[in-house]
């Protein structure tokens, strides 16, 4: 991967100031959560700042890089531009960016829909981007906040639980694999209790 400068450079052409803005956010959070659970921080760092690489990008061309990529995706994500740069994300991460780090291309890949079974990275950047300082406030989210400091698991449970309701609530279609990750956290949850 490029250095943080030049990699900022490149994101600040590709992206709204917007988007970059909450990029850094997602970073800054990324790399307290890293310090918090003892994750590489660097690792955190640039997961964080490439995560959305590829979300200011229409649908039609999302698709075609998925397929240029090789991406094996089911309808729901190849439908929806929300979930669909995640996966894509990480496939420009290494293309373009030249990210080889097989935990934060993961990170990248699952930080929209969450999975089963997520490390530690992966869980810190589906946090950071839910809880960054500038995303606007919802029911959940300070004790989402308060839960990513103090329990990586339940914060992740929680993050689930909010943004299924969400999506059900926003009559958006609903991914499996969100479905499927917080049974999973869930069924962790009882297992410690």
Not at 99 to 117: D, F, K, Q
Not at 153 to 179: C, F, Q, W
């Amino acid at each position: 991967m490029k250095g943080r400068g030049a990699l900022l450079a490149r994101l600040g052409r590709d992206m709204k100031p917007a988007r970059l803005a909450h990029t850094l956010r997602v970073e800054t959070e990324a790399r307290a959560l890293a310090v918090r659970w003892g994750a590489d921080e660097e690792l955190a760092a640039r997961a964080a700042l490439l995560h959305d690489c590829a979300r200011g990008f229409k649908l039609a061309q999302l698709r075609r890089l998925a397929g240029e990529g090789g991406l094996r995706l089911d309808r729901v994500m190849m439908n929806s531009r929300a979930l669909l740069h995640a996966p894509v994300g990480a496939y420009l991460a290494g293309r373009e960016h030249g990210e080889r780090n097989p935990s934060v291309l993961a990170a990248i890949r699952w930080h929209t829909t969450g999975r089963p079974g997520m490390g530690d990275l992966e869980k810190i950047i589906y946090l950071a981007d839910m809880i960054e300082l500038g995303r606007p406030m919802f029911d959940a989210l300070p004790m989402i906040r308060a839960a990513a400091h103090a329990d990586l698991d339940e914060a992740m449970r929680l993050a689930l639980h909010s943004a299924i309701s969400y999506v059900d609530g926003d009559k958006n279609p609903l991914h499996g694999d969100t479905v499927d990750a917080l049974r999973w956290f869930e069924r962790k949850a009882k297992q410690r209790s």
